[in-house]
C-alpha cells in the first residue's frame, strides 16, 4: 500500500503541484484513513490547511451538520466512485461559503489508496444565481400579469417565452409552443402582415407595429415588434372587440350613408352632431339649404355655422340634453349670408350603454311657407280691407257729392277772387277724394273680372297708344313687339289698369323725361318659381315695362306692393296703385315681378298664364258635344252680378233654353227684389265676389229670409268653390263657364230644391 | 223734353237730404221746377203726378230696387229720360238703355249740366 508521504511525492513528482498552486480552487488529497496528504498552494495559503494540522476530509472546513454526508461521499470514493456534491464549508474566519466538490479514487496497483478532491467556492456564483432567478422570476411575474400577450423568439423564430395572456391569445398552451417555430405553429403567418412585419423588425433592426385581422386565430390583433440581441420580442394586444367596435361604427357610418343617399333626396337637413355641437353628418339637402358642402361643415361648430347668436340656440340645446327632444322654429344663417327660418327637430342619441352621444337634427327650410303665410295672412287682411273699403266708398260719395256740387255752384256766381281760390280748394279736394275712393274700390275688386282671349301684342299696342296719350312728350315710348307672344286670358280692363299704374309710376319715377320700353315674350314658368310665387307651373306670357327713372333701393322694393305704401308726395298717391295690380296679377293666375337699380331705373314684369296654342270656341263645341239638360219652364231665376255684361249673356242663355229671368247689379237689389214679392223667384244665380254685399253674404241673408230658395254660386276664383255648402249655395260655377255648365247647374238646383221643399 | 220758359219738372230722387238740396240748387239755377222725392216708391208716386221733363234717380234708396223703381218710372212716365246716379263707379243695367245716362257719384257740376243736356236733348232751359 503506498503511504500518503508517496502519495505527495508523486503528486510534486509529477509537477501536479505546480499545476494545482496555479487553480483557483482548492486541491486536496486523504489517504483511505482520512488523513490529509496533500493540499495545494490555495488550500495551504488561503485557508492555512497543512498535512499536520488538518484531520479529516469532513473536518473542520465542513459545515458540521453537513460532515456526515460527507464522510459518506468519502467512503463512496474509497469505495471507487468519483463523486460531486455541494456543501457547506466553514471558513478560518467562520464564514459559511457553499462549496462544490469532485472527489475521485486514485488507485495504485489496483488498490484505491487515496482520494484525490477539488473545492470549489460557488458562494458568489450562487448568489448570482439566485439574484439571476429572483430577476426572472420578476419578469416572469410581471409578464405573466400583463393583461398582453408576450412572446419571445429566438434567431430561429422558436419560440423561447410565452406569458399566460400570450397563450391565450395564441389559443395554445406554452407547451405547445416554447421550441418550436413560429412558422410552424402558425404557417399562414409568415405571409401575413404579421409575419411581414416581425421579418422586417430583424431584418432592419428596428421596432415595428402592426394592426390586423388574423384569420387563423379569428381575431383582430395589435403586434410590436422589438428586436433583441438573442432574437424577437413581440408585445400583442388582442384589439378584437375595440376593432369590431370600430368596424361596426365605420359600418354604421356606411349605413348612415346609405341612409344619407336616401335622405339626400329628401328636402330637409339631416345633420348631426357631437353634445359640444361638432357636425358629423351632414346630407345633401343641408348642403343644399345652407350652401356649405358635408367636407366645409363636418368638423366646424353647428352653433358657429348656423347661428348669428346664441338666441333659441342654447335653450334648445339645453331642453335636448334635459328631455332628449326639442322642436320649434329658429332663425338660422346660410353660407351666402342669408337667413332662413326653420322648423328644426332635435333628438338627442344615447348610445347602447345609456351614454348621450349625439345630437341628431332634422331641419325643414321653412322661410318659403312663413313667407306664404305673411302672404296669405296679407291677402286676407286685404280682402277684409276691400270689403270694409266696399261698403264705405258709396258713403263716401255722396258725402263728397254735395261738397262738390255746392263748391262748384257757388263759384259760378262768385267774382272775389280769394272766395274763388277756396272754392276751388274745395272741389279739388273732393275731387281727389272720389279718385281715392274709385282706387280703393278697385283695389277691393281687382281680382274679379271678365277672362276672355287676349292678343299679348294687342294689348301692347293699345297700352303704347294710352301711354302715348297720356305720358308727358318727355318721355320717349318703345314698344318692342319682338317675336310673338303667346295669348293670355284675361280682362283687359284690369290689365290696361295695371299697365297704366306702371305707366303712371314710371313717369312719376322720370320727372326729366326718360325712356319707357314695353315688350312682351313667351316663356316657361318652373316649379319652383311658380311655388314662390303661387301659381301653376307651365307656360306664361310676361309683359315688361322699363323705365331709365330713378329707381328704388332694396327696403322700397320690398314694400311696394303692400297697401298705402306710397313714395309720392302726400295726397299724389294712394298707395294702392301696385297693391292692386298685384291683386289682378294674382286674379289672373299670374304675378309681378320687379327689378330696380338705384338712379338706372325700374323694371316690371307681369307674368301672365298663356292659354293654350289652338282653343276652339269652348261655348260652341261643348253645345254640340253635349247633350242639354232639359228645358225650363218658366222658372224665375234672378241673376245677382255686378257687370252687366255676366248679367246680360247669363240672361239671353237662360231665357233661350225657357227660363225667365230677373236681374240684381248687386247684393241689396236683390234682396230688394225678393221682398218686394211681385213674383215668384224659383232660383238665385249669384256671383260672388260684388262690392258692398258679397254672394256670401247675400247667401246669409236669404237663409233667413228666403230658407228654401236654392242658390247657386259663381266667380272667377276657384278658390270661392270652397265655400260651396255654405248656406243654400247648392253648387258653384267657375267663371269662364259654358251654357252647358250653366244650364245643368240650373237645372240640377232647381231639382234639388224642389226635392228640398217637397221634402 | 226740357222747354224754355215753362220751366220743365225735373224729378230728383234721393234719399240723402243734402245730395237732394245741391242738385236742387243746379238744376233750379239752371231753370228747371224741382219735385223732390226721397225713396224709390215716392219717387214713382212724383213722376206720376208732376209730368216732369226729366227723373234723376239715385241707385240705391230704401223701399225699393232700382230696377223696380226704374221700371215703374219708365210704365208710368214713357218716354221721359232718367239720369242715374251712384256712389258705384259701375253703371246698373238699366243705364245702358234707351233715354237714360249714368253718372257716378260725386259729380261734376259740368258732368251733370252735359248730361241733362244729352237726355232732354236742348240746350238748358
Redesign the interface.
Known sequence: MMAGAEIVELLKSNGFDAIFGALPDTVFAFDVGGNLVYANSELRDRLGVDADSYDSPFGTLVDPERREEVRAHFERAISGQTVQYTTAGVLPGGARVRVQVVIAPLRSHGEVVAVVGMARDIEELEISREQSTALQTELERVLNSISDGFYFFSHDWTFSYVNPRGQTIAQRSAEELLGRSLWDVFPDMYASEFGIAYRSAVAESRTVSVRDHYEALGSWLEATAYPTPDGLAVYVRDVSVEEEARQQLIETQNQLAAQGALLDVAHDAIIVRSLGHVIRYWNAAASRIYGWTAEEAVGASARELLYASDEGFVEAAAATLRDGHWSGELIQRTKSGGTLVADSSWTLVVSADGEPESIFTVNTNITERKRQEAILLRAQRLNSLGTFAGGI??????V???????A??LA?GETDPGRLQMLAAI?TS??RG?EMI?QV??FARGVEGKRVRIEALELLGEFGELCASTLPKSIEVTVDAGEHPRDVLGDRTQLLQVLMNLAVNARDAMPGGGHLTVSARSTEVDGVEAERQGVTAGPFTVITVEDTGVGMSADTISRIFEPFFTTKAPGSGTGLGLATSQAIMSGHGGYLRVYSEPGHGSRFELFLPSTPAVVEDEEQSRDTSEVLPPRGDGQLVLIVD???EI??STRRVLEAHGYSV?????G??AI??LN?G?SSVDLVLTDIMM??MDGIALAHALAVSHPDLPIVAMSGLNGNAGRVGAERIVSFLTKPFGSPDLLRAVHDALTRGRGMRDG | MADRGRNPTVVIADD?P??R???R??MV?DGYTVVEAEDGPQAVSVVTSSSPGLVILDA?MPG?????TFAQTRARAPGVPILI?????????EA?TEGCAFL???????D?RAAVDALTGSDRP
Open positions: 266708398a258709396h258713403d263716401l260719395n255722396n263728397l257729392t254735395p261738397i262738390l256740387t255746392s262748384q255752384l259760378e272741389e273732393a275731387i272720389a274709385r274700390l278697385s255686378d257687370e252687366q248679367r246680360a230677373a236681374v240684381a247689379s248687386q241689396q237689389d230688394d227684389y218686394s211681385r262690392p258692398v | 240723402d243734402l245730395i238740396a245741391v242738385l240748387a243746379a239755377g240705391r225699393s230696387s232700382l230696377a223696380d246716379l251712384s256712389g258705384q263707379p259701375d253703371p246698373p243695367p245702358s257716378s257719384k260725386p259729380v261734376t257740376l259740368s251733370l
